[in-house]
C-alpha cells in the first residue's frame, strides 16, 4: 500500500463501516467512486481493491439478500472483518490489514451455496465494472487488467459495450477545426 493512500484507504473503511451498519447503499457507491477516482490518479492496488469491494458491498446492499439463510451470518463476518480491518490500518499494520480484507473475501465460502454464488458474480461485475470506469480515466486496458486481475479481453468486451470509447471528448479534433479556434480567440 502506497503511504499516501493510508489515511485516505482508513478514512473510506471507516465511512464504509457506518453505511453498512445503516445498510445505506447509496454512500457505499459514493465512496467506492471517490476511491476509484483516487486509485486512477494513483495506481494503487489496494486502493481499487476498497472500491471494487465497497461498490460490491453497494450492490449486495441494494439487492437485499436478507431472505436467504446465510446472510446473519455474512452481514456480522462483514462488520466484524472491517472492524478488523480498521483497527489493524490504525495500528499501521499493514500485513494484518491485507490478511482481515482477505478473510472478509474467504468468508464467502462459508455461506449457503444461493448466496455465495449471487454475492461472488456482484464481485467479479464489480470488478468489471470499476476496471471499465479506471479505464475511462485514461488509464491503459494493459494496466487496468492488471490492476483488477481481470483479463484485458474481458475488459474490452465490457467497455466495447458500454461505449466507453465512443465519448465525444475522447475524439480528437480536426487541424481545420483547430485552426478555426485558434482564429476566433485572436480576433
Known amino acids: 500500500m502506497k503511504k499516501e493512500e493510508y489515511s485516505n484507504i482508513l478514512n473510506i473503511l471507516?465511512?464504509?463501516?457506518?453505511?453498512?451498519?445503516?445498510?445505506?447503499?447509496?454512500?457505499?457507491?459514493?465512496?467506492?467512486n471517490h476511491t476509484l477516482h483516487t486509485?486512477?490518479?494513483?495506481?494503487?492496488e489496494d486502493a481499487v481493491t476498497i472500491a471494487v469491494i465497497i461498490y460490491s458491498f453497494s450492490k449486495i446492499f441494494?439487492?437485499?439478500?436478507?431472505?436467504y439463510k446465510d446472510w446473519d451470518k455474512f452481514y456480522s463476518s462483514l462488520k466484524e472483518g472491517l472492524k478488523k480491518a480498521i483497527k489493524t490500518l490504525e495500528r499501521n499494520n499493514i500485513q494484518?490489514?491485507?490478511l482481515a480484507m482477505k478473510e472478509i473475501i474467504s468468508n464467502l465460502n462459508k455461506l449457503d451455496s444461493k448466496l455465495r454464488d449471487y454475492i461472488k458474480i456482484v464481485l467479479e461485475s464489480a470488478r468489471i465494472h470499476k476496471a471499465s470506469r479506471i479505464h475511462e480515466h485514461g488509464?491503459?486496458?494493459?494496466?487496468?487488467?492488471?490492476?483488477?486481475?481481470?483479463?484485458?479481453?474481458?475488459l474490452?468486451?465490457?467497455?466495447?459495450?458500454?461505449?466507453?470509447?465512443?465519448?465525444?471528448m475522447a475524439r480528437t479534433v480536426s487541424i481545420?477545426?483547430?485552426?478555426?479556434?485558434?482564429?476566433?480567440?485572436?480576433r
Open 96 to 98: 494484518e490489514y491485507e
Open 62 to 67: 441494494e439487492r437485499n439478500y436478507n431472505e
Open 139 to 154: 488509464i491503459s486496458v494493459g494496466r487496468t487488467s492488471e490492476l483488477l486481475g481481470i483479463s484485458e479481453w474481458e
Open 176 to 186: 481545420s477545426e483547430r485552426m478555426k479556434t485558434v482564429r476566433s480567440i485572436f
Open 14 to 32: 471507516k465511512k464504509s463501516y457506518n453505511a453498512i451498519l445503516n445498510r445505506d447503499s447509496a454512500l457505499l457507491r459514493e465512496l467506492s
Open 39 to 44: 486509485a486512477s490518479i494513483s495506481q494503487d
Open 156 to 168: 474490452m468486451e465490457y467497455v466495447g459495450k458500454t461505449g466507453i470509447s465512443d465519448v465525444p
